[in-house]
C-alpha cells in the first residue's frame, strides 16, 4: 500500500537543512514533496564538497532531499511568482524557512495565502522566532547550541568550557518536530476542514527538548539553589583493556547486577552506592570506581557479563562500525539505492514502520531542476510557454 500521507502536496521552499529535512520525511511516507530551487540550486548541494562531477550532489544534499521533484525557478521574476501562484493553489502544505519578511516581499505572506486559501497548511521554520531582539540574527545550528543550553551540558568537566555537540543536533531535531506537527495539522483539517500557521523556532525547539533531565534542577520554581546539577559527572564512556563501551546502573537490580559482573563482593557493601539516591549523589565516585573494574578486561568479556547479569550495555561504535554491526544489520537499517550522476549510496530507512501504509525511500535526490517540465506541464503550461521561462532565466531544467 502507498505510504500514510499518499495524496499530500507539500511546496517545499526551504533550504539549508531543517527544512529540507522535514520534508524529506513527509516525502519518506508517501507526499509528493515539490522543491523549489533557485536556478543556483540549494546551497548544500556544494556543502561539504560535492561526489559528482557535475557539482550538483554532494552527500548532505543526498541525505535531506531524496525522494522530492525538484522545480528551479526564479521566484524574484514574474513568470516565478505566477507559478509559484499556480503551485500554491494546488498545495496542501507550503513550507519555508526564509528570514522573516522575505515570504511577504514574494508575495507570499501567510495571512494573504491562508486567506485565499483557507485549507492550506503554512509552516514558517525560523532560528529563533518571529519576535524579539534577536529576530533579524543570521542563525545556524551552532547559535542555536548555544543559545539553548546544549554547549553547556556539553561542558568539559575539569576546565567547564562548553563545547558543540559535533553534529548539526538543532537542525534535525526541528525537522522532526516540524514533520511532527505537519502531521498532527493535516489530521486537524480532516475534522475543522481549515488548514493552519505552523512556527517552529530552533530555539523553542531544543530548549523544549533538553529540559526533561537537561534543566531538572530549574525545574522547580525557588529552588534553582539547592539543586545539584545531574549532569555535574563523567560520562558513561568506559575504557575496557581493548576498546569502550557503556553501560547503565540506574535500578536497584541493575547496580548489583553490576556488582557480581566484577567479581569483587566488597563492591557490593559499599554504603555509598547502596541506593538509589545514594549512587545519584555519589555518582562521580561511582562512575570512576566501575571504570577501575572495566579496564581490567576486553570489551566482549565485558558484554558477556554485563549481558548476563541484565546490566544495559553496549560496545561504543566508532562510524565505520555502524553499517557492520549486527544489530543494525539484523533490523535492516541501512538499503542502498542508485544516484544517478553519483554512483550506489546508502541511506538509513525510515524510522517509523508502518504495518499497512508502509513509508519507504521513493527514490533518489533530483537533479537541480529535474523536473521542471514535468510540474510545468501539470500546471497547463506548454512547450513553447517552458521554453520562454527558460530562454528568459526564470526556470531551469536539468540538464
Known sequence: MPGPLNGVRVLDLTGVVSGPFATMFLADQGADVLKIEPISGDITRRSRATIDKKGEFSALFISSNRGKRSLS?????????????????????????????????????????????????????????????????????????????????????VTNRPQMIRTIVCDKTTAVMTAQAV???????????????????????????????????????????????????????????????????????????FCRASGDPELASDPRFATPTGRSVNATARINKMQE????????????????????????????????????????????????????????????????????IAGPAPRIGEHSREILLELGYDEQAIQSMVEESAVRLAG
Open 73 to 157: 525557478i526564479d521566484v524574484k521574476s514574474s513568470a516565478g511568482r505566477e507559478v509559484l501562484a499556480k503551485l500554491v493553489a494546488k498545495a496542501d502544505v507550503l513550507v519555508q524557512n526564509f528570514r522573516p519578511g522575505t515570504m511577504e516581499r514574494l508575495g507570499l505572506g501567510v495571512d494573504d495565502l491562508r486567506q485565499r486559501h483557507p485549507r492550506l497548511i503554512y509552516v514558517s521554520i525560523s532560528g529563533v522566532g518571529e519576535t524579539g531582539p534577536y529576530v533579524k540574527k543570521r542563525v545556524y545550528d551552532p547559535i542555536i547550541q548555544g543559545l539553548s543550553g546544549f554547549a553547556d551540558i556539553q561542558s568539559q568537566p
Open 183 to 257: 502531521a498532527a495539522a493535516l489530521y486537524a483539517r480532516e475534522k475543522t476542514g481549515q488548514g493552519d500557521h505552523i512556527q517552529v523556532a530552533m530555539l523553542d525547539t531544543m530548549i523544549s527538548y533538553l529540559w526533561p533531565e537537561g534543566m531538572m534542577q530549574y525545574t522547580v520554581v525557588g529552588a534553582e539553589a539547592k539543586a545539584g546539577d545531574p549532569n555535574d559527572r563523567p560520562d558513561l564512556v568506559f575504557k575496557t583493556s581493548d576498546g569502550y563501551i557503556t553501560c547503565g546502573t540506574i535500578s536497584d537490580s541493575e547496580w548489583q547486577g
Open 293 to 360: 573494574y572495566i579496564g581490567q578486561h576486553t570489551t566482549a568479556e565485558w558484554l558477556e557479563r554485563l549481558d548476563a547479569a541484565d546490566v544495559p550495555c553496549a560496545p561504543i561504535l566508532r562510524r565505520s562500525e555502524i553499517i557492520a554491526n549486527e544489530q543494525v544489520v539484523a533490523r535492516g537499517i541501512i538499503t542502498e539505492f542508485d544516484q544517478p550522476s553519483v554512483g550506489k549510496v546508502r541511506q538509513p530507512k525510515p524510522a517509523a514502520r508502518f504495518t499497512l501504509n508502509e513509508a519507504k
